[in-house]
């Protein structure tokens, strides 16, 4: 099939790459003349782990990038990727999106053949009906062969290709049969190889199951984060008892790992949403409320076991873990972020040290030190914050010694308990 993609952001670049490699012809739209040149090189705009690879691959033949919309009505599904960012009371930002729906109804106006536009962004389910859909048409001058569908993506950063390639499940929210055969048209390639449950229903139901789905996702954590905070009072090790609770099938061991909180592009933004677009229709959501709640206590309780041990006021303390997560550069939310500005509102010298994402870090704090290495973060630091729990940080041991004062806070559980150092753990 010929496939038309508009956004070549992360989801956007991940899902053209992936379905290049599924056999389907991609063409990636994006008005980032930069980034559309780099996916021409075979290149990927991001960090994520097997993206090149597949660009390296398959751009020039099978996937191309333009700024055109021309290849859309020439194609027999458009993918909609264009971002949804926060506005300031939580609710999301759908201008760029709605820009995006618009140009591609214009481009499908003239089209007289049914053509599928399946929304991909994570948007709020009364804004299909409220806002795209009547841009989309608007843009098409009403054009009736044009449908809208859904078809949300929980892809996670460090493994979409592979969250892509062996989904848990697809959602396909749709308005007819004609448009939920042409998405199981396009993933047939895929569910060939990976027997994933497919959810057939209509585009604002499949909406809700993308936020419901982050949002569960979220409270979990929360959860575990109050509860281990607890554990931590009571001089207990929270991952034993989480390990113990996790053997119960209703509960499960996935997501019960205790830390410094979540962080990113989707679960602030989503529970954020997802709380607005509640209060909008007079709902007050407690419990989401108080997920977010717990998670933004995280960090500062971090800082607390910091100054249980040492005064940061003049005092180096290396950060170790900038981006939000390990395997990506993606710093949005990072738990780092409130912990180097309450350390610096404390007078502390951040020395930092992430291996992919010090670049986009010192956009926002251009006034810290960034070392080359965990090492040399950690020479002459008098206390060392542990942020993400990237592999190379658990194989740290004698860069310890080189600390003046070894006081390390691990926020991730991925630095070994031993002799020669203060250790604290944020929950056990």
């Keep these: 099939m010929h496939i038309t993609v508009i956004g070549s952001g992360y989801v956007g670049t991940t899902i053209a790459a992936c379905f290049a490699d599924l056999g389907h012809e991609v063409t990636a739209i994006d008005i980032d003349e930069e980034i559309v040149n780099t996916l021409n090189d075979g290149r990927a705009p991001i960090t994520e782990p097997g993206l090149d690879d597949l660009l390296e691959t398959h751009a020039g033949d099978r996937l191309t990038a333009t700024t055109s919309y021309d290849a859309v009505p020439d194609s027999d599904v458009t993918f909609l990727a264009i971002g949804t960012p926060s506005n300031n009371d939580g609710s999301i930002d759908l201008s760029a999106l709605e820009a995006a729906a618009e140009a591609t109804g214009d481009a499908l106006a003239n089209k007289t053949d049914r053509h599928l536009v399946v929304i991909k962004s994570t948007v709020t389910p009364p804004s299909i009906p409220a806002t795209l859909e009547p841009a989309i048409h608007s843009g098409a001058n009403e054009n009736d062969a044009i449908e809208v569908g859904m078809n949300p993506e929980f892809l996670r950063e460090g493994s979409a290709v592979t969250d892509f390639q062996q989904p848990d499940k697809l959602v396909f929210g749709t308005q007819s049969e004609w448009a939920t055969e042409r998405l199981h048209n396009v993933f047939e390639p895929l569910l060939e190889h990976h027997d994933a449950p497919v959810v057939e229903t209509d585009p604002e139901t499949a909406s809700m199951i993308k936020y419901a789905n982050n ?183 004698e860069e310890f010694d080189a600390m003046a004062t070894p006081v390390v806070v691990d926020g991730r559980r991925c630095i070994e308990r031993r002799n020669g150092i203060i250790y604290e753990g944020l929950t056990w």
Aim: include cysteine; hydrophobic fraction near 45%; charge should be negative.
């Design 215 to 397: 949002a569960f996702l979220a409270s979990k954590i929360s959860l575990v984060n109050d509860l281990g905070n607890i554990c931590k009072e009571f001089d207990l090790d929270a991952y034993e008892v989480m390990d113990a609770i996790g053997l119960d099938d209703r509960i499960s061991e996935r997501f019960l790992r205790s830390g410094v909180g979540w962080g990113g592009s989707c679960f602030p933004k989503d529970v954020n949403a997802i709380i607005a677009a509640a209060q909008a229709v007079d709902y007050d959501p407690a419990v989401l409320e108080g997920t977010v709640e717990v998670n933004d206590r995280q960090p500062n309780r971090m800082l607390e076991c910091l100054m249980s041990h040492v005064n940061p006021e003049d005092a180096r303390i290396a950060v170790l873990g900038l981006a939000f997560k390990p395997n990506t550069d993606d710093i949005r939310n990072s738990r780092a972020i409130p912990v180097i500005d309450a350390l610096q509102s404390r007078g502390a010298n951040v020395a930092a040290y992430d291996p992919v994402a010090a670049d986009e870090m010192s956009h926002k704090f251009p006034d810290i030190e960034y070392a080359e290495s965990a090492a040399d973060a950690l020479e002459g630091a008098d206390g060392a914050l542990v942020v993400t729990d990237w592999d190379e940080f658990s194989e740290l041991d």
